[in-house]
C-alpha cells in the first residue's frame, strides 16, 4: 500500500519504518520541521514535506501521527476523499477525522518508543477502530506488521491507555522517585537494575497479584513504620509511600 | 566454609543453594516445618532439623534467613560463641544478632526471590555490615557469589530497601491496579507485557527522568482528565492516578 506519514516523533517514525520495511511504499513524510521530515524520509526512500498544501493524492492512507493535542488541528485542514485517514492516538476519538474523508480509522500501537531505541514491532499489540469495513480491511492490512492485532473502540482504547499510563508512566516515576532518593543518599541508582528486571520478570508467567511480596504485603508494620519516619521530610514520597501501601494492603 | 541455614523461605533457599553450588557446605537446615526444610537441605546435601536445639557447632557460619518480625525471637534463642552469626533482612538493624555471639553481621541481596524461579547470584547485589573487621572478612568470603557486593551500615541498608520497596512493590502494584482495571473491562492482562518489558530495558541504559513519556509528562490535561472521568467509580485507584500524575508534573 502507499502511505503518507504525517509527523516525525517516535511513534511516527517506528511505524513508518516498520511499513516500510514490510514492503509498503512511504509517499511522503510531513514535519512541521523539514529536517525531522527528511530524517525520517531518507530512512524510508521517501519525499519529506514541511506544508501540509504540499500533502499529495498519491496515497492510499494518511497517517497522523502526532501530540494528541495537534490530531484534530491537522485533520480540519486535510480534504481527502476517497483516501483513508488514520491517527495513532489511544486517547483522542476516531470522529474527529471525519471533517478529512469518508473513511478514517485509529492504529494505535500499545508501546513506548524512544528515539534510537530499535523494537520489534511484531510483538506490539496494535489496536485498531474505523468507520466502515473497508476502512477495517485497510487497517488489518497494515497491522500485518504486529502478531497482536485487536479491534477496539474508542472507549475501549482510552482504558487501554489508562492501563499503560499505570504500568509504563507510574512505574517508570517510582523509578524516578527511587533515583532521587537514593542519588539525595550518595546511593548509586543501577543497583535497583537486576530487581527492576526481576519485576517484570515475575509477571510474564504469573499474575501480578501472586508475584507480590514486601512489607505492606506482610502486614509488617514496623517495617513500614520505620520507612515513613525515614521519608518524614520528603512530604511527596511519603504521601506517595502511604497511598500505595494502603491499597496494597487493601488488595492482599 | 561451613553454613548452617535457619529458615527454609525463598531468600534461604536461593542463598543456601548458591553457597552450596560455590563449594560451601551447608552443614544444618532449619524450618519449624521439617518436611520444608527437607526440601532444601535434599538440593544442598544437609541435614534438615525442626528444633533449635538441634543446631549443632559444626559450622562456622550461621545464616538466619527468616521473616523480618522472627530474626529478634530465633537470635535470643541461640548462643553460639566463637561463631559467626548472620540475617539477610533490609530493615533489621545488625545488633540484634549481638545476644548470640560476639561476632555478627548482616548478608542482604538485593532481589525479589521466588519459588520455583532460579536467578543467578552473580548478578545480585549484596550489602554487608558487621561488627568486627574478621566479621566482615568472612561476609565477603561468602558474598564472592555476587559480582556486585558493597559494605552498607543499617541506616544506609534500610534506604536502600525502601529503594527497592518503590520500584519492586509498588510497581508490581501498579501491575495489579492495571490488571484488575483490564479485567473489569474484559480485556487480558498479557497485551500490557510488551510495555511492561520495555519500560524496564528503557531504564537499563538511561535516567527514569530521560524515560519518562505520557499526558502527565506532556502536561496534556484532557487525556488526565479523561482518565481521571473513567476512575470515578473506583476511589482508590483516582486517588492514585491523582497523586502519582502531580508528582509527576512537580518533577517534569
Known amino acids: 500500500m502507499k502511505v503518507c506519514i504525517i509527523g516525525s516523533g517516535n511513534v511516527a517514525t517506528h511505524l513508518a519504518k516498520a511499513l516500510w520495511e514490510a514492503g509498503h511504499i512511504i509517499t511522503q513524510v510531513y514535519s512541521r520541521t523539514l529536517s525531522n521530515a527528511q530524517l525520517l524520509a531518507d530512512e524510508t526512500d521517501s519525499t519529506a514535506i514541511d506544508r501540509l498544501d504540499d500533502i499529495n493524492l498519491f496515497a492510499d492512507v494518511y497517517i497522523i501521527s502526532v501530540k494528541d493535542e495537534v490530531i484534530f488541528s491537522i485533520a480540519e485542514k486535510l480534504s481527502l476523499p476517497g483516501k483513508m485517514i488514520v491517527h495513532t492516538s489511544g486517547t ?19 508501546q513506548t518508543f524512544s528515539k534510537n531505541q530499535s523494537v520489534s514491532f511484531v510483538d506490539i499489540p496494535v489496536f485498531l477502530e474505523s468507520n466502515t469495513e473497508d476502512a477495517m480491511n485497510i487497517l488489518k492490512s497494515l497491522a500485518s506488521i504486529s502478531d497482536q492485532v485487536y479491534e477496539a473502540d474508542s472507549e475501549e482504547r482510552k482504558k487501554v491507555h489508562l492501563a499503560a499510563v499505570l504500568v509504563n508512566n507510574f512505574s517508570n516515576h517510582l523509578y524516578h ?13 543501577h543497583i535497583l537494575k537486576p530487581l527492576i528486571e526481576e519485576t517484570t520478570r515475575k509477571v510474564m508467567d504469573r499474575t501480578p497479584a501472586e ?12 517495617t513500614i513504620n520505620a520507612h515513613l519516619e525515614l521519608l518524614k521530610n520528603d512530604p511527596e514520597l511519603y504521601e506517595i509511600y502511604k497511598v500505595l501501601t494502603k491499597s496494597i494492603r487493601n488488595h492482599s
Open 177 to 189: 522517585l527511587a533515583d532521587d532518593f537514593l542519588r539525595k543518599n550518595n546511593i548509586p541508582f
Open 92 to 110: 483522542v476519538p476516531v470522529e474527529v477525522l471525519g471533517h478529512s474523508s469518508e473513511q478514517y480509522g485509529v492504529f494505535y500501537p500499545l
Open 211 to 222: 508475584a507480590q511480596t514486601g512489607p505492606a504485603r506482610r502486614g509488617d508494620e514496623s
